[in-house]
């Protein structure tokens, strides 16, 4: 079923909506590819810290009925720091209709390269989103050990796949 889902920036009042989100991304999707010490060590949130980052850069969240279903962001040399999305909406173009938003974000901005560190588990998602791995890297934190990969998109005149920002998302875009 399609979902109604809609892209918008986000407001101080998602904080612990996106916190959630973020620790159940961790905890039951990225969980297939981590160890139970790992996803322990990654689904910590520290919410004033949270509270400035999120209002420190453009971030977009999703909303699927009233509940915020994604989380991602762009800063101004084209990283992409978060990419989240909740469970319960897993697979279903969520997260390509939130980089879709970021990606036009940068596009307007004359950003043209977007790039970020992913998970194993986001790895195909972004691959499929066009990104390549530049390199893959070994990472500490919280005590643990982990693989991610750099990955980069070079944006063109071809890469807009249309802003979704304010009015119902196409998931199939
Ligand atoms: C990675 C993540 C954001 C993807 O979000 P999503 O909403 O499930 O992805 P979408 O449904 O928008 O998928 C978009 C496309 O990628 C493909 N894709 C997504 N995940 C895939 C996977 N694991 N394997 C193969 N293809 C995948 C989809 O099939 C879809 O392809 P299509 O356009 O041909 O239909 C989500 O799985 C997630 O939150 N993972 C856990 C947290 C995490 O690791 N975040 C990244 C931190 S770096």
Do not use: C
């Not at 159940?24 to 949270?50: C, F, G, K, M």
């Not at 807009?160 to 875009?173: D, E, F, K, M």
């Amino acid at each position: 079923m399609e979902l109604a889902l809609i892209i918008r920036p986000y407001r101080p009042d998602d904080l612990d909506a996106v916190i959630e989100l973020f620790l159940l991304a961790i905890r039951e999707t990225a969980s297939r590819d981590y160890s139970p010490a790992q996803v322990a060590a990654w689904a910590q949130a520290d919410r004033d810290i949270w509270k400035a980052r999120r209002s420190s850069k453009p971030t977009w969240v999703a909303e699927v009925d009233q509940t915020v279903a994604g989380l991602t962001d762009l800063e101004a040399d084209g990283h992409i720091d978060m990419m989240y999305v909740h469970p319960r909406f897993g697979g279903r173009g969520v997260g390509k209709a939130l980089l879709s938003a970021a990606q036009s974000r940068a596009l307007e901005e004359g950003i043209g390269r977007l790039y970020s560190e992913v998970s194993i588990t986001a790895r195909p998602f972004f691959e499929r989103m066009g990104f390549t791995v530049v390199e893959p890297e070994t990472v500490l934190r919280n005590g643990q050990v982990f693989t991610r990969f750099k990955m980069e998109k070079t944006l063109g005149q071809n890469s807009h796949t249309g802003s979704t920002q304010g009015r119902p998302a196409n998931p199939s875009l």
